[in-house]
């Protein structure tokens, strides 16, 4: 079975400031891994996925997620944020070859002006 | 294109009452997902379906849960009787046929059950 653990349940953090947004992930077979976003009153969003390849990958908007295979881990990081960036972020991972999600339990970043 | 649409978008009602939730996923998209999002939590997939065949519904509580998806569509989940824990957010996703293609969600129908 598949496990995601985000460990932050909350982040502040001042515009234009760095952040990173944690995630482990535990697994007895290859997954791929994703981060979600859910802006307020909208649904998730993709925001980027680690399939093969390149283990660091990016979003067209500024962030990135490293897949680090011995440390377990994908964390989410942006250089500097914006205020617009203040939302729920889910860490997923499925099975390689499966499509269904588990997801973490969420970090809410709220960006301070 | 349209997205994920999901109706109703709120709902209350009392214990031991049925519920039904609709969501017409993106036209073209094979497979259709039903997530339940309990405050404090990540979303759990309940049932996963393959045009109208179900894939997964290992995780759905099939003495209350129900759901279908007759002409590979629309779908409906039903909850009889409710009880006061399925209070969540019901998310419907969908996403075309293929290996770990981009699931795409709708807002979701937050449901209070009294």
């Known amino acids: 079975a598949q496990s995601v653990t985000q460990l932050d349940s909350q982040v502040p953090v001042f515009e234009e400031a760095p952040v990173e947004l944690r995630c482990n992930y535990s697994s007895s077979v290859s997954v791929y891994l994703f981060w979600y976003v859910q802006y307020p009153n909208q649904g998730l969003q993709l925001l980027l996925k680690?399939?093969?390849?390149?283990?660091l990958v990016e979003s067209i908007n500024g962030f990135e997620a490293e897949f680090n295979k011995s440390q377990t881990s994908f964390h989410l990081r942006k250089p500097s944020v914006h205020i617009s960036d203040t939302a729920e972020y889910f860490c997923?991972?499925?099975?390689?070859?499966?499509?269904?999600?588990?997801f973490g339990t969420g970090t809410r970043l709220t960006v301070i002006p | 294109e349209a997205g994920v649409a999901q109706s109703p978008r709120y709902k209350i009602i009392e214990k031991r009452q049925s519920v039904a939730f609709w969501c017409n996923p993106i036209?073209?998209?094979?497979?259709l997902y039903w997530y339940q999002q309990i405050l404090g939590q990540g979303p759990k997939l309940l049932i996963q379906f393959q045009n109208n065949g179900v894939v997964d519904d290992s995780q759905l509580p099939k003495d209350r849960f129900s759901a279908e998806r007759l002409k590979g569509v629309d779908s409906t989940l039903k909850i009889q009787p409710a009880k006061l824990e399925d209070s969540a957010v019901y998310l419907c996703a969908s996403s075309v046929r293929g290996q770990n293609t981009e699931a795409f969600f709708g807002q979701g129908t937050r449901l209070t059950v009294v």
């Open positions: 997923a991972v499925s099975k390689t070859g499966a499509n269904n999600l588990f």
């Open positions: 680690y399939l093969s390849g390149s283990t």
């Open positions: 036209s073209g998209h094979a497979t």
